[in-house]
């Protein structure tokens, strides 16, 4: 009998000596309590979990440029397109992706004698599982991977706040230098839709068509600018990639030429480039 009586004394010891330091664990204030449980009520209270971006679902990709803007960044050569051969031309074509609310994508192509160009896009949807980091944040660090992957020259975007209009953005970038691959066209007046000359490459301004920052376009943006002169053809690919909340989008433009000797115009493909990206960042706003 007195066995039993013992036990139960005992345990209302252990039980006791338990809910006190539970009671330390969760209820105290001092540095190493304050994270024993992130999720309960003081520590959660004092570090909210970060807000989602403003983008939940994405649009349509195909649908979200104006077919004005299409064609005029698809210029023909004279010959006129059926209504069939325009809507394929510039209705684009859907990249296939599995999340449709993640990531979208189209392709618009015109070929043409003087040659072909392209336009791409490519939509994202950034999404931040960690409870201490932003959609908007994981999308400026994945944003910040492709400027520096495109090795954009630091501090080539204009500071000035008068240089942040979309008008002040068009080619009027600060950076300093030729394009990277050391080939830029002349301003030449050629024919629409064809290359310029390359007879003199020093016609052109120097930094006006340089890799940069581009001020005044959504949250963060850059145009990057190569000119490619390989065996297998000349062109000129011309990229503008911008952030807008915990969206990134990704724009290429680039033109082909069947003469070698004429390099595709820098100034017209990225005031072009620019200008359609200015309308997406405001169509995605809308």
Partial sequence: MPRKSFVPGAALVAAAALAVGLTGCTGGSGPDGSDADAK???????NPA???????????????????????????????????????VYGGTADITYDTDRRVGCRWTRETTAGTRHIGLDIQRVVSYDGAVSDDDKAQGIYDKKELAAQIPSGAGSPSPAASSPSASKGKGEGTGAVPNGASSPKGKAP??????????SAEPS?????RVLDGLADAAFLNDKLVTADSGVHRDVTV?????NVIVTLTYDQWSTDKTMLPDSQELQDKARSLAGDLADNLSE
């Fill in 40 to 46: 309960g009520g003081g520590a959660a209270s004092s």
């Fill in 192 to 201: 629409s839709g064809s290359p310029s000359p390359s007879s003199d490459p």
């Fill in 50 to 88: 970060a807000e989602p971006g403003r983008y939940q679902t994405l649009p349509e990709a195909c649908g979200l440029p104006s077919r004005s803007a299409i064609r005029g960044m698809l210029p023909g050569d004279g010959q006129p397109l059926s209504s069939t051969e325009a809507d394929k």
């Fill in 241 to 245: 990639v911008f952030r807008t909340s």
């Fill in 207 to 211: 930094g006006s068509t340089a890799p």
